[in-house]
């Protein structure tokens, strides 16, 4: 039944393993599609442009704000951020359920300016488990190690802002989760075209 779709906001400090969750549920589940955010962050050697973000310099994001292109942004990491809200728009309303992988700043914008969307809080276990996993894979260097483990003392009491908690000690367990709150949320009713259904059995 033809509906606008769902705006998964999920969040998480850095390490938390959130892309691999985000990537993973939209392969699980159809109909759902991860939104490519702009960032002036460079591109690690395994990402595209177009497929991971678009990468942009500061001068074209600092156009994109000014032309009100984006639905939110933020500063994370020393870089900038962004949800194009053409992007956002158009997937919504055809009727693709959009997941944003975002920042506590991000989403908090989402709750204030977009109306309803579904939030979503992964938390690793705990912040030993976090360096942990931060030092392991190794892709950053140590500085920007450090970096990520202070700003997640300051991104994880965000947690409470959102509607749901997922702990990520086991990823299947994890990715269950998520597919569980994104069926749930699929079957309330305000996301029923209830019009269609009454004519359905002569209501
Ligand atoms: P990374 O550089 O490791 O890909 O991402 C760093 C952080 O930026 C992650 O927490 C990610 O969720 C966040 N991020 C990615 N895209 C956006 C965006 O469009 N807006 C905001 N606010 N945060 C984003």
């Not at 190794?138 to 802002?161: F, M, W």
Request: glycine residues 6%; contains cysteine.
């Amino acid at each position: 039944m033809s509906r606008k779709g769902l705006l998964i906001v999920v969040s998480a400090p850095s390490g938390a393993g959130k892309t691999t969750l985000c990537k993973e549920i939209s392969r699980a589940l159809p109909n759902l599609q991860h939104s490519i955010s702009y960032t002036t962050r460079k591109p690690r050697p395994n990402e595209t442009d177009g497929v991971h973000y678009f990468f942009v310099t500061q001068e074209k994001f600092n156009k994109m704000i000014k032309d009100k292109e984006f639905a939110e942004w933020a500063v994370v990491h020393g870089n900038l951020y962004g949800t194009s809200k053409k992007q956002l728009s158009e997937m919504m309303d055809g009727g693709i359920d959009v997941i944003l992988d975002i920042d506590s700043q991000g989403a908090m914008q989402i709750k204030e300016n977009w109306g309803n969307g579904v939030f979503v809080y992964i938390l690793p276990p705990s912040f030993d488990d976090l360096r942990r996993r931060l030092t392991e894979r190794n892709s950053d260097a140590t500085n920007e190690i450090k970096k990520r483990l202070e700003n997640a003392k300051k991104e994880i009491p965000y947690y409470k802002r959102y509607n749901y908690v997922i702990i990520n000690d086991k990823f299947e367990k994890a990715l269950e989760d998520l597919k569980s709150i994104i069926t749930s949320e699929r079957l309330k009713i305000d996301k029923f075209n209830t019009d269609m259904i009454d004519e359905k059995f002569n209501l």
